[in-house]
């Protein structure tokens, strides 16, 4: 059986997102593991939980096909987690199908995995009229080298990203796919 790790965050997950991309996995013949920060309970956005069954410090990246990190509030830590960074490194580097959608692309963008490499994010709408100093997801993409393309899942060579939940089920098929 092929295994997937979904990674996710310990409180602030993307509830919709997880179901999404699980279930276009699951629907590929992929086993779940799923991995957080701490080996216990992670809480999603919307109040679902899930127990991670392994601590990133403990991910041996050879026992997987696969590789997704979901998005959601939470989620953003990931992008300076020295466990989070390795994992997506270990994974690029095995030439291993690796995913990342919603705000998780910047993960793989401060791991320096999207450097020259086509990607998309979810950006926060701009429609409060709200004037933020912080850089926006696709901003932090373009920062670390990659072509933001604004589409809503984007392949490159093994690499997928995706922008939110609507799109989490074709996510998570496209890189069951790869």
């Not at 993960?107 to 320096?112: E, V």
């Amino acid at each position: 059986m092929r295994k997937a790790l979904i990674i996710l965050a310990q409180n602030g997950y993307q509830d919709h997102e997880y179901e999404g991309t699980r279930k276009g996995l699951e629907d590929a013949g992929f086993e779940m593991v799923i991995a957080a920060k701490e080996q216990e309970a992670c809480r999603g956005k919307f109040d679902g939980k899930v127990e991670a069954d392994i601590a990133l410090r403990d991910v041996q990246i050879t026992d997987y096909d696969r590789v997704a990190f979901i998005g959601g509030p939470g989620a953003a830590a990931y992008a300076s987690d020295a466990d989070a960074l390795k994992v997506a490194n270990d994974a690029y580097r095995a030439d291993m199908p690796l995913g990342a959608i919603c705000i998780a692309p910047t993960i793989l963008a401060k791991a320096h995995i999207l450097d020259g490499k086509r990607a998309t994010v979810w950006n926060p709408s701009t429609s409060s009229g709200q004037v933020s100093t912080e850089p926006t997801p696709s901003q932090i993409l373009e920062t670390y080298g990659a072509q933001y393309t604004g589409e809503e899942v984007t392949v490159d060579g093994k690499i997928v990203t995706g922008n939110g939940p609507d799109v989490a089920e074709e996510f998570g098929r496209t890189l069951a796919s790869l």
